[in-house]
């Protein structure tokens, strides 16, 4: 039941015009993708090239519907495999918001053609997030990743996630009051964790 309010919502916020904000997809699947130690990829590699994201379990199928929704394409023409999901167009397509740059002490050698490939290591470019409402997307798809709200306080927890840094400069470009600061327990995994109070205009979406 959960699944369906879900789409219900997204599909309310991304359209109704009499709403300030409307949801920038693109942004929200961003927010979803699990970073855990980074984003790696074999970009010229037929197969490793197609990646597009994973994603925790149970927000497969909203990914899944959200992403082929939007963007017009046939579940059939997206490989999944567990949690992660493979296209070429897509990957090409959500890669251009990150910076990329060659990794040169590691490579990737495919056991099917024997070749080696180069890997390459994307961090998210803030530069395309330009607009509130793309920060304040990210934020939501990051929140239905690992978050929770309590009593109006919303809590991100993660793990060794490069993108946790980049909601932590969304929450104070969007001039959301900290309650509790970035407290990275360094351990291993290194927990990081933040909670914040979004301001009226905003809160609602979490909810």
């Known amino acids: 039941m959960r699944y369906y309010i879900i789409i219900i919502v997204l599909f309310c916020l991304q359209t109704n015009a009499q709403n300030k904000f409307k949801l ?12 855990y130690n980074g984003r790696y990829i074999a970009l010229d590699n037929t197969e490793k090239g197609t990646y597009l994201a994973t994603v925790k379990s149970e927000l497969s199928d909203v990914f899944l519907d959200t992403l082929t929704k939007y963007h017009k394409i046939s579940k059939n023409e997206i490989k999944k495999l567990n949690f992660s999901f493979y296209n070429k167009q897509l990957a090409e397509h959500f890669n251009k918001y990150y910076k990329i740059e ?106």
């Not at 490939?117 to 793309?134: G, H, M, T, W």
């Not at 239905?144 to 470009?173: D, R």
């Not at 009051?177 to 009226?200: A, D, G, H, M, W």
């Open 102 to 207: 060659i990794e040169p002490d590691y490579e990737y050698i495919d056991e099917k053609d024997g070749k080696e490939y180069s890997i390459y290591n994307l961090s998210l470019n803030e530069q395309n997030f330009d607009e509130n409402n793309k920060k304040i997307s990210f934020l939501i798809g990051f929140f239905y990743k690992c978050g929770f709200l309590e009593s109006g306080e919303v809590t991100l927890k993660t793990a060794n996630s490069p993108a946790f840094e980049n909601a932590i400069h969304f929450i104070s470009q969007l001039g959301f009051r900290y309650c509790e600061l970035e407290r990275p327990e360094y351990n291993i995994p290194t927990v990081q964790s933040v909670t914040f109070k979004p301001t009226e205009e905003y809160i609602e979406y979490f909810k």
């Open 24 to 35: 920038n997809i693109d942004s929200f699947l961003l927010g979803m993708f699990d970073d």
